[in-house]
């Protein structure tokens, strides 16, 4: 087992578990934040050195605890993954005020809360790493997607200040924009007919995850592209 720790921040059945897995065959330590306590429970019991704790990002206090507890289980955080999001899709004039701001609250304060408790053990060794799964609404709002793109384009221009100021302290940050359709139960239901390279694989983007967050500082990538051949772009 290595002495190196990672935080995944948004685990579910698909990319967040997909990191859980890169990072822990690595021998890393891993946190796994997540709402639903009962699958963290089962993930952990099934991945040899995670620790999974039941947190809501949107909440700084909440966020500052776990990270607390991490620290105390675990050590120090070395790598955080990003990985958690929420979206609503809707004509601009039916938008519900409420939906824009909880999805701002997760896909952008989320990041900041987390962000700001991984960079702080980061800045205490003078290194370290914070990859962000983000999406194409972060460059471009298509209609039905007024209560999704400007989070996420919130979410990666943050992620850029982060990369300016935490870059030259040693901490690298990237925004990986990930132009598919994740392969995940529910999306299989929703596109039955598709075939397996409609889809993005988990493993697949985990392991791009796993590069960017160990690229040598000589050259590092703040934003990646990644999707199947078959995506329009």
Known sequence: MSD???VVAGVGPGTGLACVRRF?????????????????????????GTTGIRCDITD????????????????PVDV??????????SEFM????????????????GLLHTGQQAAA????????????????????????????APTKAAQRILA????????????????LVIDAVISVPWTRERWPDAPDDYFAMPDDLAEMVWTLAHQPRSAWTFEA???????TW
């Open 80 to 89: 955080l993954v990003y990985n958690a999001a929420m979206g609503a899709f």
């Open 121 to 148: 053990d980061m800045l205490e060794s003078g290194a370290g790493a914070i990859v962000v799964t983000g999406n194409t609404s972060a460059r471009r709002g298509k209609a039905n997607y007024a209560g999704f």
């Open 160 to 175: 850029e200040s982060m990369a300016r100021g935490l870059g030259p302290k040693g901490i690298h940050v990237c925004y």
């Open 4 to 6: 190196k720790v990672c």
């Open 60 to 75: 700084r206090d909440n966020v500052a605890a776990a990270f607390s507890e991490i620290r105390e289980r675990l050590g």
């Open 24 to 48: 822990a065959r690595e021998g890393y330590r891993v946190g796994m934040l997540a709402r639903r306590a009962e699958r963290l429970a089962e993930w952990e019991k099934e991945i040899p």
């Open 94 to 109: 039916e938008l519900d005020p409420d939906v824009l701001e909880r999805n701002f609250h997760i896909n952008t304060m």
């Open 225 to 231: 592209d990644i999707r199947p051949f078959g995506e």
